[in-house]
Every structure is written in C-alpha cells, then in structure tokens.
C-alpha cells in the first residue's frame, strides 16, 4: 500500500500510526516491563485503504503486539502495511523474532515510530525488514510515541522508572491544610481523570505525611477499571504508617510497598509482613531516602512508571534530585487561605528542562502537562 501522491500518503501514515498509538494505550501499565505496543495491518487492492489486522501486547507482555495483528490479518496480510508503535523485536523470545515474522507473512512496508533501545533489538527489527526488501518508513508520530513509551524509554536508559509528579493545588496555591486531613482542591471531573492516570502507571508512590494527613486508599475507583490499581508504595523512613491505615485494607488485591530505613525495627515489619505488607529497604541519610537507589531498587522491581501524589516534601526533594520526568499539576477554584500548605511547584514556576505538553480543562479546574526530555539528565 504506498500512494503515487506521497503527501497524502504521509497522511495516511500518521492516521494509521495515531491509531495504533490508541490502540496501544489500550494496555498501558499492564505489560509489566514490556512496552504496550499497537499494530495495525492495512492492505489497498486499488479500492482504498482497508484494516485486516489490529494488536496490541498481550496482559503480562506476551504475545507481542506484530503476533495478534498478524494472526487476525492471515492471508490478508500478504502485500500489506504494518503499522508499528515501536520498532519490531529481532530477537527470540516465547515466539521467533517479530521482524521475521512480519517478513514471512509478507507484509512488504513496515511504518514505524519508536525505535527500540533493547540491546536485542536497537536497530536489527528494522535491518532485518530492509535486508528482506521491504519498505520501511521510521519515527513517523516519533514524539508522541516516545511520550506513550517514556516509562519503557526511561527504565531501559536510566535504569529507574519514569517519575510523574502530580500536584494538585487551590487558586492562592495550597496543597492542604496541616492537620486538616483531606482537603478537596479539585472537583468530580479531576478526581476521575486521576484515576485514570493511576490505572496507566506501575505504581503510585506517597510520602507517608501523606499518608497519616489523608488516609488515602490510592486505589483506581472507576468504574470498569477497578482492577487497574497499581501497586502503592509508601516512602516511610522513620516506619510511622500504623497497622490500621487504609492502605492495608486492600492489601491482598493491591500490594502495599513500604520504603524503611535497612535497620527498621524488625518486630514491628514482621507484624506488617504477617499483613501482607511488602519492604523496601533503603539508605537514609539524615532522615532522607536516598531517592537515585531507591528508583533504583523499584525498576528492579519490573515497574517502569512511577505516578507521585505528594506530598510536598516528597516533590520537592524529587525535583531537587532531578529525578522527575513529567509534572501534572491541577489548580482547582477553592481558597484554602491562612494556614494552608504551599505547593512545592506550580504553573509559574516549572524547573528549567521541562516543556509543556498540554494544557487541559475538566469542569472547574484547569490542568496542564510538562515533560523533561530523556536526554535532558
Ligand atoms: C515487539 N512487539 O509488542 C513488544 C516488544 O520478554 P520478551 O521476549 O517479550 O521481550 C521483551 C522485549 O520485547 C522488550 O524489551 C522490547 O524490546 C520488545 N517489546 N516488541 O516486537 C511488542 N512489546
Ligand atoms: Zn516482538
């Protein structure tokens, strides 16, 4: 399927590559430390551009994306475009290498986004595609795959997980009240967006000021998407988190993970082990985590995306490390006035790095989106 006009084929090509980034979406967050990748297969008899073939990667990470397309498409696939979110795989895993496979289904163009920074693969999906003599067209929706892919990107770069700070703050700029427990900044149309971001990330990370001030849950609580939580971690040096905190409610659905110092009293975390509750043992350097080895230990872990939600000492010593990839920030219309707790970020004041992605609007509160490229540290 290549058009004469290569304008309007360009396109198409992007057309076809939003919709495999959609696709790809689709199980975001739930591919352990594989990327969610899409595929889309399209054919042209001369009739105009047809869909034979739609995948994404499978829950846990196999099959790969190329595999599902390719099965739906059989015969159909013989002459057509594969649409790739990222660069196909070239080496042996559960089943032969994706390249290959796209080769012998004889798909003859193979448009790709993102290339892969696996060692296994870094460059040899694509040699392999053009050593058969296909046609291959590289990095179109580049940018909006490396923002889809960042947590893959950033873990298999800099060996810690993608950090996504999320703040949400009132209209004079506070993030709470001390000792007020949960305050609401934002409305409905937030929360529920919040959520949603949630149920994308391997896990959500808090301070544990945060969590004896609210008592959060930090579980997705949407409907259709109640088992998407992920794991919650609690950064907890000094071990205050008491045993009847929300977070162990649920602890056998969404695991628990508690960041205490290596010499944490060892009565009190076999208690919580008996609970279900998981450890991480950390550096901790004048009552400060070592955050660098803890993101660290975490991608270890197999997550690739970490969702901050405070509190304000946790941002700032994250931003102060340079350790965060993306910033998300809600400003909601409440005052909160004396007394309130002041955001360590806000709109105004972005640390140098960052670009902004979007700006957005859900119900009353405004929102909007930085990121720090990948080279930038
Ligand atoms: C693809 N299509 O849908 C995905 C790919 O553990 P394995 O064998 O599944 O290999 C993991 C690697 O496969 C991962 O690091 C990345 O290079 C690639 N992921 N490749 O062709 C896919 N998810
Ligand atoms: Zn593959």
New binding site residues.
């Given amino acids: 399927m290549t058009s004469a006009d290569p304008v309007a084929q360009e396109a198409l090509d992007r057309r076809y590559m939003a919709a495999a980034l959609r696709l790809a979406r689709r199980n975001a967050g739930r591919?352990g430390?594989?990327?969610?990748?899409g595929?889309i297969i399209v054919r042209d008899d001369g009739s105009g551009p047809m869909i034979v073939g739609t995948?994404?990667?499978a829950i846990g990470?196999?099959?790969?994306?190329?595999?599902e397309a390719l099965a739906e498409a059989g015969e159909l696939a013989r002459g057509a475009t594969a649409y790739?979110t990222?660069?196909?795989?070239a080496?042996h895993?559960?089943t032969p290498?994706?390249?290959e496979a796209l080769v012998r289904a004889g798909i003859t163009r193979v448009v790709g986004a993102a290339s892969?920074p696996?060692s296994?693969?870094s460059g040899k999906?694509y040699a392999i595609l053009r050593t058969a003599g296909l046609t291959v067209t590289e990095r179109v929706l580049a940018d909006e795959a490396a923002d889809h892919l960042a947590g893959?990107l950033i873990r298999?770069v800099k060996k810690r997980p993608e950090v996504i700070l999320k703040m949400a703050y009132s209209a004079d700029r506070k993030i709470g009240r001390g000792g007020a427990g949960q305050v609401a900044i934002t409305g409905e149309v937030s929360r529920r967006i919040v959520h949603m971001m949630r149920a994308e990330a391997d896990a959500i990370l808090v301070g544990i000021g945060t969590a004896l001030e609210d008592d959060p849950a930090l579980t997705v609580r949407l409907p259709g998407l109640e088992n998407r939580s992920p794991v919650r971690i609690v950064l907890d040096s000094r071990f205050r988190l008491p045993a009847d905190a929300k977070l162990l409610a649920d602890i056998e659905r969404v695991p628990l993970y508690l960041v205490v110092g290596h010499d944490a009293d060892p009565q009190k975390r076999a208690a919580f082990e008996r609970l279900g509750v998981r450890f991480i043992g950390a550096e901790i350097h004048d009552g400060h985590i070592a955050l660098p080895e803890l993101l660290e230990d975490i991608a270890a872990l197999g997550m690739t995306s970490l969702f901050v939600e405070g509190g304000a000492a946790v941002a700032k010593s994250l931003l102060e490390d340079e350790l965060v990839d993306r910033i998300v920030l809600f400003q909601g219309e409440v005052e909160i006035g004396e007394g309130g707790i002041a955001t360590p970020v806000d709109a105004a004041h972005i640390p140098a790095g960052f670009r902004k992605l979007r700006d957005m609007r859900f119900g009353d509160d405004s929102c909007a989106e930085w990121i720090r490229d990948i080279e930038a540290g």
């Avoid at 430390?33 to 990748?37: D, E, F």
């Avoid at 990470?61 to 595999?67: K, Q, V």
């Avoid at 990222?86 to 795989?89: A, G, M, S, T, Y």
């Fill in positions: 591919t430390t594989n990327p969610s990748v595929t995948g994404v990667t990470g196999r099959p790969h994306a190329e595999t790739v990222l660069e196909p795989c080496h895993g559960r290498p994706c390249a892969d696996d296994r693969v999906g893959y298999s």
